[in-house]
C-alpha cells in the first residue's frame, strides 16, 4: 500500500495479544498523536518519538511503565531512534526513567555518540533532566514470580515463553518524504541482567536508511543475528516495502526467528507483517486509522 502524503504506522509488540481492546485503544492513542504533529508539518521523528511516548505510558505494552522484569527484578530499558540520513541514538539496560525514548533522542541530539548503556546512560539522563522513575509495576512482578515457580531456564525459556514478547515501534513519513524510526522495549522476562536485545542495535531492531525505515519486535537474539532490520531495507533498494518486509521475513521464518516488523519504503509504501501468532499494530494515512489485533490464522 502507498501513503498519499503523510503517514505513521506503528507495533505494539508480537507474540501473544491477551487483551486485544486494551492493544487497539493504545495504539490508536499512539497513531492519533503522531499524525495530528504530521498534519501540522512536524518532522517524521518528532512523530514517532511522540507516539513511542504514548505507548512508553501505556503499561498494556512491553516498554516504559509496562516493562519486563529481569530475573533478579528490575526493569532493564532499551530504546533507540534513527532518521533517513543516518542519525542514530539509542539506550540499553537504562533503568529508572519514565520514557526512554527521550533519552534516546537525546542521545542523537545532545552527544557524538549513538549508543549508552546501563549506568551512564541513567547517569545521562539524569544530567538531561529527566527524573528517577520506578516504572516497576504489579503486573510485571507477577510474571516473573510465574516464571520463577515454573523452574524453566528463565533465559532460554523455550518457545512458549517466547511467545509472550513485546516492544513497540514507529515508523512515519512526513510531507518533505523524510522517513523516522523509533523503538522502545522491556525485554524479556526472566533475562539475564544486563541482556541487551535487538531495539537499540543499529541494523537490527531499528534501521532507517534512503529506501526505507523498519521497526522490528520480536525474540532480540535471532534479530540481531539476522540483522533483520537493515535486511529489509537493503530490499526496499530494488523492491517495493512490502515485498522486501515479506522476503526478510520468509528468511526469518525459515530460521524459526519469532519476530515481526512494520515501516516505510522511500515511496511511501507501508509494509508489516510477523511470523508470530499475533502482532498488534496499525497505521495513518489520509487522515484514515487502520488497526489490527486480530490471529492471523482467523
Not at 56 to 81: H, Q, R, W, Y
Not at 131 to 141: I, L, N, S
Request: positive net charge.
Amino acid at each position: 500500500m502507498r501513503s498519499s502524503a503523510l503517514g505513521i504506522i506503528c507495533h505494539g509488540g508480537s507474540g501473544v495479544i491477551k487483551d486485544r481492546q486494551a492493544a487497539a485503544q493504545g495504539l490508536a492513542q499512539a497513531l492519533e498523536q503522531g499524525y495530528r504533529l504530521l498534519r501540522q508539518s512536524a518532522r517524521a521523528l518528532d512523530a514517532v518519538v511522540a507516539a513511542v511516548k504514548v505507548m512508553e505510558d501505556n503499561p498494556i505494552f512491553n516498554c516504559g511503565t509496562g516493562s519486563n522484569l529481569t530475573l533478579d527484578g528490575k526493569a532493564e530499558m532499551d530504546a533507540a531512534v534513527m532518521t533517513q540520513k543516518g542519525r542514530f541514538g539509542g539506550v540499553c539496560c537504562i533503568t529508572d526513567v519514565r520514557n526512554p525514548i527521550l533519552v534516546a533522542r537525546k542521545v542523537m541530539t545532545e552527544t557524538d555518540h549513538l549508543l549508552m548503556c546501563g549506568e551512564g546512560a541513567t547517569d545521562f539522563a539524569r544530567k538531561m533532566g529527566f527524573e528517577k522513575h520506578d516504572v516497576t509495576t504489579e503486573r510485571a512482578q507477577k510474571r516473573l514470580e510465574r516464571l520463577r515457580q515454573e523452574g524453566n531456564s528463565p533465559y532460554f525459556p523455550g518457545l512458549e515463553k517466547m511467545m509472550k514478547l513485546g516492544t513497540v515501534g514507529a515508523v512515519a513519513i512526513d510531507k518533505h518524504s523524510q522517513l523516522a524510526v523509533a523503538t522502545s522495549s522491556g525485554g524479556i522476562t526472566g533475562r539475564l541482567p544486563g541482556r541487551v536485545g535487538d531495539t537499540a542495535v543499529i541494523g537490527a531492531g531499528t534501521y532507517a536508511g534512503p529506501s526505507g525505515a523498519v521497526s522490528c519486535t520480536g525474540h532480540g537474539e535471532p534479530i540481531m543475528r539476522m540483522m533483520l532490520g537493515k535486511d529489509a531495507v537493503d530490499r526496499m533498494k530494488t523492491l517495493p516495502g512490502s515485498i522486501a518486509v515479506t522476503l526478510a521475513l520468509s528468511e526469518a521464518r525459515r530460521q524459526k526467528a519469532l519476530c515481526g516488523m512494520v515501516g516505510f519504503d522511500a515511496r511511501g509504501g507501508i509494509c508489516f507483517g510477523h511470523t508470530t501468532p499475533d502482532m498488534s499494530y496499525g497505521y495513518m494515512v489520509g487522515d484514515r486509522l487502520f488497526l489490527f489485533t486480530e490471529d492471523k490464522k482467523k
